[in-house]
């Protein structure tokens, strides 16, 4: 059974970064593209970004140029490099792992995470 597992959420003050991190097991990593999502209080899953087996990435406009998203296949890690956040990027984080590379940003993935708790003062 694939376990997805995140770290590095946080409190950090607007303009600041953070990077989160998601480890994978129980599957083989090659087989899955990774993606993060995040959800605020109240409010529906979105889509944040995506990254497939050969390092394709994809991100919601709202994040792109500010966010990264890169895995490293040796270690079973994908991760996000969240830099000048906002206020509004607070939210919980998950990670999420799918077959398919394709509809990346529809939120029914074959496995989740936990979450990780990202908050960001103004």
């Known amino acids: 059974q694939v376990q997805l597992v995140e770290s590095g959420g946080g409190l950090v003050q607007a303009g600041g970064s953070l990077r989160l991190s998601c480890t994978f097991s129980g599957g083989t990593f090659s087989d899955y593209g990774l993606g993060w999502f995040r959800q605020a209080a109240g409010k529906e899953r979105e889509f944040v970004s995506f990254i497939t087996w050969t390092g394709g990435s994809y991100y919601a406009p709202s994040v792109k140029g500010r966010f990264t998203i890169s895995r490293d296949n040796a270690k079973n890690t994908v991760s996000l490099q969240m830099n000048s956040l906002k206020p509004e990027d607070t939210a919980v984080y998950y990670c999420?792992?799918?077959?398919?590379?394709?509809?990346?940003?529809?939120?029914?993935?074959?496995?989740w995470g936990q979450g990780t708790q990202v908050t960001v003062s103004s």
């Open positions: 999420g792992a799918r077959r398919s590379v394709y509809y990346y940003s529809d939120p029914r993935y074959d496995y």
